[in-house]
């Protein structure tokens, strides 16, 4: 029985090395052709044709077929993090001309994402998961109770959620799903009732929980409870991509603030799919989990996510159907 377990172990872990291996050319092909001087457009085609290959798309079968082994999402997931630190370490070598080279090259491209013309995914992946509806959360809104950042304090009726030393956890904000008006994402959120998120650095960097999220059926608040920067929803049409763009997606994510109620996560390169982690920490499989927020950097709300990082929230769409939110995994990706 051991020969067994022990051969098992060994062949997900050779598949998780297949897998991260041919990331890592992915990501050096990208680097190459933005080094070399290739526009913002050719060095998309040169990632996607790569990834297209017949070595990708077998590579993506692979992963596919284990997404739902728990025992896979736990090795895949420890392995990753040392090709992402190989990768890190390696653009940190790069001379500043070559790191400016980079910035110049994911300007472009965040232009093209303005205009509507985001990163590619790759034509599988687009397929299974089609255009969704969203809302991007701005700073700029005029609601009276969605709110990022500083809170002064709770409702009477619920109580500060505290980390692992007894002390208070960090404020990320309000959203009031009345305020959504009629809900036009894919969530199917309540039609009343606030969300309360909150998040502790120190706890994050261990193994443990580090993140609440509370859900009240009561959206009074009361008159100390108005610090913090008001929220606006924009309704956007959110589109999966598959994470494979490297550095020159990531930095074109982190010129701006891109705060998302549903849709598919604006992911950083380098990481796995988050569902994993979800799988690993709560269960189910990777097509039971969909994305309820994600959280860019932003001074002006203080919410800051290490170095250059998002913070996403996931949850099951069963807890979803049943307004519970006590199950939601908290998940943060640097660069």
Known sequence: MDGVFNSRLMNLEESAEIILSFG????????????????AGDVRRVVEEFNNSAEG???????RKLMSDREFCEIFIRKQNEHIAARQEKYSKLS????????????????LAEKGDPVPAVEEDAADYPPVKAYRLSGTGTRKISKLGDSAGLPGHLTWPVNS????????????????????????????????????????????????VIFSENEEVSADENDGLPVGFKPITSKWKTGNSGILHALSL???????????????????????????????????????????????????WYENGRAFFWIKKSDLENSNFDQTVMIIQSF
């Open 24 to 39: 890592d050319k992915s990501h050096a092909r990208e680097v190459e052709a933005i080094l070399a001087g290739k526009s």
């Open 57 to 63: 798309k077998s590579v993506n079968e692979l992963l």
């Open 96 to 111: 500043p001309r070559q790191k400016s080279q980079i910035l110049t090259v994911s300007s472009e491209l965040a232009e």
């Open 165 to 212: 030393k007894g002390g208070k956890m960090a404020f990320i904000g309000r959203i009031a799903l009345s305020e959504l008006e009629a809900d036009q994402s894919a969530l199917k959120l309540p039609p009343k009732g606030i969300l309360y998120l909150f998040w502790d650095l120190e706890d994050s960097l261990g193994d443990g929980v580090f993140w609440k």
């Open 254 to 304: 982190l010129l701006g603030s891109h705060h998302q109620l549903g849709g598919y996560p604006e992911a950083l390169p380098g990481y796995p799919d988050m569902r994993l982690q979800c799988v690993e920490q709560h269960g189910g499989n990777v097509g039971d989990w969909i994305l309820l927020l994600q959280f860019s950097e932003d001074k002006k709300a203080e919410l800051i």
